[in-house]
């Protein structure tokens, strides 16, 4: 059986704190999916699983795993295997070009294709590959519902040891055998898919709380009994004192004397008591130091602000919306009021975040009351995003702070690069949009790169935000619970309905 071994795997960076610490894991056949918050370390693992970083202590045994194939988060570069891939005349190339619906002449206007379409390219030219070791970053991002089945069941028929970082819930259900969470610099495996790990490691949790709170108790209990114990030696060190300012002439020195050894014998025995006392005191405090409860990053977020007084936000009356040379929308009419709520739905290509293109050119009232948040953040849009956040005034970096670790992301620690990955990066973009009060919020796929607890969070936000919405999604539950109104991109029209459907 093929197998990767992380045998006590610690890693960091040049000059830095270690990501991970002590990782053992067994990576076999089958899938194994990792979780965690956004800059947990799952990038890290897989790097070193790939080979391509080397740990900082500890080994990484590989049995029969040789060659290896990775699809990155990102989908912006056309790579050479892609490339490679889309040439290949070979009848394997072929069958999995036909699979996932692609045709090697897309390859000529890479730039103009839709990210969903991107991907599928990355991920067959990776299963074409039939490598030892298949790693994949969100693999269905981007992807609409056609799309996410055709891949998953790619996936599924994978047959090497496959690694998989993903935030999308159905995915995470269906694909692996175990997941591992990647949490406080570690990366614990848990059995079967997501709900059934995280069912037990929430129980887990809530064990180790309930001990820790009895060993605290306990803790405590010593605590007043060594004050007790305290108490009593200094009162029987008194006695000792009285016992010998208390004689005079009358007093016979045997009965003096017998006095005195009592109140010293009971002094004694005080201070044994003290001792004692503090030795269980010790070890209350070790047992509750050894239970280890770490605290989790987030909290429930809520967003400021009202509904713009003005009634209507963004209004288009064009003969026909492009995306290049292509029609997404002919004789496009359309209002947005205020407090509307649309799941915009179409296919990959469709020309959905064109149209929310065309939204955004069109807002006229003041542009920091508009959140625009794309489908994906380049690396130039990264680094800049981090330079105007760190010309921020204090004030305003305060708020942005909170909204950021409400979203379980460190802002400190994401600034300090300018290069954020695509999670802390779509954090960052969040929150700062988030600190404006925004009338309208236009969100591009917005699980994209998030890790799980932050979508946990960001659902019941916005479906509690007072102003307007316009979500491309292709997470079916999200769309339905956010939205009252359905906009279909599909043969070349809006179709407009006037409840969204599940």
């Given amino acids: 059986m093929q197998s990767l071994i992380f045998d006590r795997v610690s890693f960091a960076y040049a000059g830095g704190d270690e990501i991970l610490r002590d990782v053992a894991l067994a990576l076999t056949t089958g899938w194994t999916a990792l979780v965690g918050d956004n800059s947990a370390g799952k990038s890290t693992l897989l790097a070193l699983a790939a080979g391509a970083l080397a740990p900082t202590r500890g080994v990484i045994h590989r049995d029969r795993v040789v060659t290896v194939a990775s699809v990155a988060q990102r989908v912006d570069d056309l790579d050479a295997a892609v490339a490679a891939f889309a040439r290949d005349p070979a009848r394997d190339a072929a069958r999995w070009r036909a699979r996932l619906a692609l ?134 060190s008194r006695a000792v004192g009285a016992s010998a300012r208390m004689k005079d002439r009358h007093d016979a020195d045997a009965r003096s004397i017998g006095a005195r050894n009592l109140a010293s014998w009971a002094a004694a025995a005080a201070g044994r008591g003290v001792e004692r006392a503090h030795r269980r005191l010790d070890a209350a405090r070790a ?32 003969p026909a919306l492009r995306a290049g040379d292509h029609v997404v929308a002919r004789d496009l009419r359309l209002a947005l009021a205020r407090t509307d709520r649309v799941w915009l739905r179409g296919a990959n290509g469709a020309g959905k975040s064109t149209l929310l293109a065309a939204l955004a050119a069109a807002w006229t009232l003041p ?51 300018t290069a954020p990955s695509p999670g802390e990066a779509r954090k960052l973009a969040l929150a700062l949009g988030l600190t404006h009060a925004p009338y309208l919020v236009l969100l591009d796929e917005p699980t994209n790169h998030l890790d799980l607890p932050s979508i946990e969070r960001l659902e019941p936000a916005l479906a509690a935000y007072a102003g307007a919405l316009v979500i491309v999604t292709h997470d079916q539950r999200l769309g339905a619970a956010l939205a009252t109104r359905t906009w279909t991109l599909a043969d070349g029209a809006l179709h407009d309905a006037g409840v969204a459907a599940a």
């Avoid at 800049?384 to 409400?406: E, M, P, T, Y």
Wanted: proline residues 6%.
């Fill in 103 to 236: 045709a090697p002449a897309q390859l000529e206007r890479w730039p103009v294709l839709s990210p969903g379409e991107r991907k599928r390219w990355q991920l067959a030219a990776a299963l074409a590959a039939a490598p030892d070791l298949l790693l994949v970053d969100e693999p269905t991002n981007h992807l609409d519902a056609a799309a996410v089945a055709a891949c998953v069941d790619a996936l599924a028929s994978f047959r090497g040891v496959g690694v998989l970082v993903s935030h999308d819930r159905a995915l995470l259900a269906r694909l692996p055998g175990q997941t591992v969470r990647v949490h406080a610099g570690a990366a614990e495996a848990w059995p079967g898919g997501y709900d059934r790990a995280r069912a037990a490691w929430s129980a887990a949790a809530a064990a180790a709380q309930a001990r820790r709170a009895d060993l605290a108790a306990t803790r405590r209990g010593e605590e007043r009994r060594l004050h007790q114990a305290r108490q009593r030696e200094a009162s029987a």
């Fill in 287 to 318: 047992a509750e130091q050894a239970v280890a409860v770490t605290r989790e990053r987030g909290a429930p977020l809520a967003l400021a602000g009202a509904p713009a007084a003005r009634r209507w936000l963004v209004q288009l009356d064009v």
């Fill in 367 to 417: 542009p920091a009351r508009l959140l625009v948040l794309p489908q994906e953040l380049t690396r130039a849009q990264a680094t800049a995003l981090v330079a105007a956040i760190r010309q921020l005034d204090a004030a305003a970096r305060g708020r942005l702070g909170q909204l950021a670790d409400a979203l379980g992301l460190d802002p400190a620690r994401a600034l300090a690069s």
